[in-house]
């Protein structure tokens, strides 16, 4: 693979970065309608992920795209926000979704006998740790849920950063 196919990934990593940025200082502005950011958060990940698959024609893209784009439009469809615990549950049934694509992602390098799996098993991990504990921690203030959906998609875009850097680095033949 050529280095500028990693461009678009590069580019949707540090979006989704300054997005949790925002999210993180949206105290500073006043905004209170996080049920708006956090469908444009699903929105946001599923277009860039489109983009992506679009310009680099990679398959395990493309169904992130759905995922992020199917799971916009049940949040604003179904009343997410009415609890802590429907919140939880679709974060984790997001992470759900998004772990099985990446254990897809991590079982393609092992039958090319890459030792590079085992990157993206521990981005799994993480992906699922952080999800796990973002939605331990929904009882809060709206003030304070901007804050942990902030630091969410931030480290969403960090693990994505993390892994193409990683690839492209080793051009995914680590032995």
Request: hydrophobic letters at 55%.
């Amino acid at each position: 693979m050529k280095k500028e196919k990693f461009f678009g990934n590069y580019i949707s990593s540090f979006i989704l970065i300054f997005y949790g940025f925002f999210l993180c200082c949206a105290n500073l502005f006043h905004l209170q309608n996080l049920s708006l950011f956090l469908g444009i958060f699903f929105f946001l990940y599923g277009s860039l992920k489109l983009t992506i698959f679009i310009f680099e024609k990679n398959k395990m893209d493309l169904f992130s795209s759905i995922i992020g784009i199917l799971f916009g439009c049940v949040f604003y469809l179904l009343d997410v926000m009415s609890s802590p615990r429907n919140l939880a549950i679709f974060i984790l049934l997001f992470a759900l979704c998004k772990s099985f694509i990446k254990l897809k992602k991590a079982d393609f390098y092992h039958d090319r006998k890459s030792k590079y799996w085992l990157i993206e098993v521990a981005n799994l991990l993480f992906f699922l740790g952080l999800s796990i504990l973002v939605s331990i921690n929904l009882s809060f203030e709206e003030n304070v849920l901007f804050l942990i959906f902030g630091l969410y998609s931030f480290f969403l875009g960090v693990l994505d950063f993390y892994e193409i850097l990683f690839y492209n680095l080793t051009r995914g033949k680590l032995r």
